[in-house]
């Protein structure tokens, strides 16, 4: 039965894994000359899962942040050539944000920052540790309780 002080603790460490974590990943980043700020990251990596441009209020929803938030976050992706704003072809009047071939190809080296990130962190674990960790993990993050 876990106490108070364990739970904690374990709070603490899993803050401390994900700093850790964000660190490497931006070193990463960092080599590849990619410059992007982690909400630019996550408004991409949520981009990518529409299968046709969403309106700048449907990303709003979907990261839980003010309208105006993405306005700023699209307004420098847009100057870094990641996104691009289309008019939506059915009300001219909508505006949709849509993924260029600069915003794929730094999803992918986000990606690679991410795996190379976390493979740097696992180094020190075995395989069987891995997958004891892989299971645990996927039953926090797939578990009863509130997501995001």
């Known amino acids: 039965m876990s106490t108070p002080d364990a739970d904690g603790l374990?709070?603490?460490q899993?803050?401390?894994l994900t700093r850790r974590l964000h660190r490497s990943q931006k070193r990463q980043l960092e080599s590849a000359d990619v410059a992007i700020t982690p909400a630019q990251s996550r408004l991409l990596r949520t981009l990518a899962h529409y299968e046709?441009?969403?309106r700048m209020a449907d990303l709003a929803q979907r990261l839980e942040v003010v309208p105006r938030a993405v306005t700023s976050l699209v307004d420098g992706l847009e100057a870094g050539g990641c996104v691009r704003r289309v008019p939506d072809p059915t009300n001219r009047r909508v505006i949709r944000i849509e993924l260029t071939d600069c915003g794929r190809a730094t999803l992918?080296?986000?990606r690679e920052a991410r795996r190379a990130a976390a493979q740097d962190i696992l180094a020190p674990l075995t395989a069987e540790q891995r997958d004891v960790l892989g299971g645990l993990l996927s039953a926090l993050v797939d578990g009863p309780g509130p997501r995001c």
């Open 10 to 12: 374990l709070a603490e």
């Open 14 to 16: 899993l803050l401390r």
């Open 52 to 54: 046709t441009p969403p």
């Open 108 to 110: 992918r080296t986000l």
